[in-house]
Nanobody
Framework: QVQFKESGGGLVQVGGSLRLSCTVSGGALYTRTMAWFRQAPGKEREFVGSIPWSYGSAEYTPAVKGRFTISRDSTLRTLDLQMNSLKPEDTAVYYC????????????WGQGIQVTVSS
């Protein structure tokens, strides 16, 4: 099992930047793909992007591609989401998650952290 502790959320103005971080604990992280999801008020949770923990590049949903960057540091055991050029529609609760490589379902989730973009 993988556990997450999220930090870095808050209030930011349109066009601003924010960096979210998840501290990751648990074993066998090399078997996992890590991801960020978000859920806006009244909407379903949606995929933001993912990255394999061991090696490989990140992939993103089109709505954030070019603005958001996912990175991981295996030494510090952190998973980060750098968010630039923020828009009001990026307002949501953001979650860390993980799945086992080559499976479909995300099975471990963080508690979520609020990001609010004000216009």
């Amino acid at each position: 099992q993988v556990q997450f502790k999220e930090s870095g959320g808050g209030l930011v103005q349109v066009g601003g930047s924010l960096r979210l971080s998840c501290t990751v604990s648990g074993g066998a992280l090399y078997t996992r793909t890590m991801a960020w999801f978000r859920q806006a008020p009244g909407k379903e949770r949606e995929f933001v992007g993912s990255i394999p923990w061991s090696y490989g590049s990140a992939e993103y949903t089109p709505a954030v591609k070019g603005r958001f960057t996912i990175s991981r540091d295996s030494t510090l055991r952190t998973l980060d989401l750098q968010m630039n050029s923020l828009k009001p529609e990026d307002t949501a609760v953001y979650y860390c998650a993980s799945r086992i490589v080559n499976t479909h379902d995300y099975i471990d989730w963080g508690q979520g952290i609020q990001v609010t973009v004000s216009s």
